[in-house]
């Protein structure tokens, strides 16, 4: 039995980083050496997955940063300017492609909801041919990650379908929040930037691969 039985849902949202996009190693790397360079402990990925969180600036102050001393615009540009080099070294989530396509021929639209700048997902989407398969990108104007609650409820206040019919597919605790808020049902996918125990704590379903969506 599909996570998604056909005729379940009239729109799906997913989510970015972490769902399509498996970086999460790299957003680990990139912010060990900048921990080592401010002279913090440095960070597994083990670390990362409990701690990290939106907004993001709660994130960076679980990691010991002051931003009395050094300022969160400083260091969070540091490591998007770093991210921006390298993200291209990422993959897509493995059968990525053939579930989007299979929504596609369902006749499911489909958005991206991201707590990522708009711009930096549509490079994400060109990179790896992904544009044909979304309406649309709901996200940010710069690269603070506030988070996605805003979107979500623009999103929605232009969409034709009810609430409860739309599907909100991410991997963290904050998809699940917003998805909660405002009705949405949501899957959340343990393998990219929130430990499996965080996301088992929602109690919504969980999918070890995006081929269990469909299957």
Request: net charge neutral; with cysteine.
């Amino acid at each position: 039995m599909p996570l998604i039985p056909p005729g379940r849902y009239q729109y799906i949202l997913w989510d970015w980083n972490g769902t399509l996009l498996d970086d999460a190693a790299l957003c680990v790397e990139i912010m060990d050496r900048l921990l080592k360079r401010y002279g913090k402990p440095g960070l597994t990925l083990k670390r990362y997955q409990r701690i990290f969180d939106f907004p993001v600036r709660d994130y960076y102050q679980a990691l010991g940063f002051d931003f009395s001393h050094t300022p969160f615009e400083q260091v969070g540009t540091e490591f998007m300017d770093e991210y921006h080099r390298r993200w291209r070294t990422c993959q897509i989530r493995q059968h990525a492609k053939t579930v989007l396509r299979r929504f596609q021929e369902q006749r499911i639209p489909q958005s991206i909801l991201s707590a990522a700048s708009v711009s930096l997902v549509q490079q994400g989407l060109q990179h790896f041919d992904l544009e044909s398969f979304f309406a649309d990108i709901h996200g940010l104007d710069h690269h603070y990650a506030e988070g996605k609650l805003a979107q979500a409820q623009a999103f929605l206040s232009r969409c034709t379908a009810a609430p409860e019919a739309v599907l909100l597919i991410g991997d963290t605790t904050h998809d699940h929040q917003v998805a909660r808020a405002l009705g949405m049902a949501c899957v959340l996918i343990p393998a990219g930037h929130h430990a499996l125990e965080r996301l088992q704590a929602c109690g919504v379903p969980l999918c070890t691969s995006l081929q269990d969506l469909i299957a």
